[in-house]
T-cell receptor, first 114, second 110 residues
Framework: EPEVTQTPSHQVTQMGQEVILRCVPI?????FYWYRQILGQKVEFLVS????????KSEIFDDQFSVERPDGSNFTLKIRSTKLEDSAMYFC????????????FGPGTRLTVL | KNEVEQSPQNLTAQEGEFITINCSYS?????LHWLQQHPGGGIVSLFM???GKKKHGRLIATINIQEKHSSLHITASHPRDSAVYIC????????????FGQGTRLTINP
């Protein structure tokens, strides 16, 4: 069965460093999302992406964040200068249609900023 | 005020018990999702509902659109059902992002 994959599963970085989290969505899906979950808190929406551009972003998604779909298969989330408070589990999700549709989640990348 | 509220936050039960987890929401939705999060953190979609009721194995999900309320039921609960169950709503506008409840931590003891 097709699945969303994410790499790495765990990333440890120093404050101020840049990180890139990678996702490979399900191949025929058109809508892509990043969510994050700070330890002990609920999952929060970061950004959605369709047709090679951001379709919606949350207040969390400030200038330090960017997303890209560089080659038609990968979908990346970059954090330019990490802060301690960026430590969280980051989930990528994808779905096929614009309407009500199941979003398929990747296994997550646990980001630890020291 | 949270847009999605779940209750209870924690639930411990004995194997075999009938489990109910509730979700209320306050925004316009395209659909409501029930998700399961395992201890390692991975999220699995269980149901997507826009009306009525769905059943999959021992899991049943219902939604009342007028009351903005949904329930997830587990019949004949088993220790392997222990997980965090999350209610999330698809927002009707824009990119159909999901807005999540805080989750219900379910523990089923043998």
């Amino acid at each position: 069965e097709p699945e969303v994959t994410q790499t790495p599963s765990h990333q440890v970085t120093q404050m101020g460093q840049e990180v890139i989290l990678r996702c490979v969505p399900i191949s025929n899906h058109l809508y892509f999302y990043w969510y994050r979950q700070i330890l002990g808190q609920k999952v929060e929406f970061l950004v959605s992406f369709y047709n090679n551009e951001i379709s919606e972003k949350s207040e969390i998604f400030d200038d330090q964040f960017s997303v890209e779909r560089p080659d038609g298969s990968n979908f990346t989330l970059k954090i330019r200068s990490t802060k301690l408070e960026d430590s969280a589990m980051y989930f990528c999700a994808s779905k096929w249609t614009s309407g009500s549709d199941t979003q398929y989640f990747g296994p997550g990348t646990r980001l630890t900023v020291l | 005020k949270n847009e999605v509220e779940q209750s209870p936050q924690n639930l411990t039960a004995q194997e075999g018990e009938f489990i109910t987890i509730n979700c209320s929401y306050s925004v316009g939705i395209s659909a409501l999702h029930w998700l399961q999060q395992h201890p390692g953190g991975g999220i699995v979609s269980l149901f997507m509902l826009s009306s009525g009721k769905k059943k999959h194995g021992r899991l049943i999900a219902t939604i009342n659109i007028q009351e903005k309320h949904s329930s997830l039921h587990i019949t004949a609960s088993h220790p392997r059902d222990s997980a965090v169950y999350i209610c999330a709503v698809g927002i009707i506008q824009g990119a159909q992002k999901l807005v999540f409840g805080q989750g219900t931590r379910l523990t089923i003891n043998p």
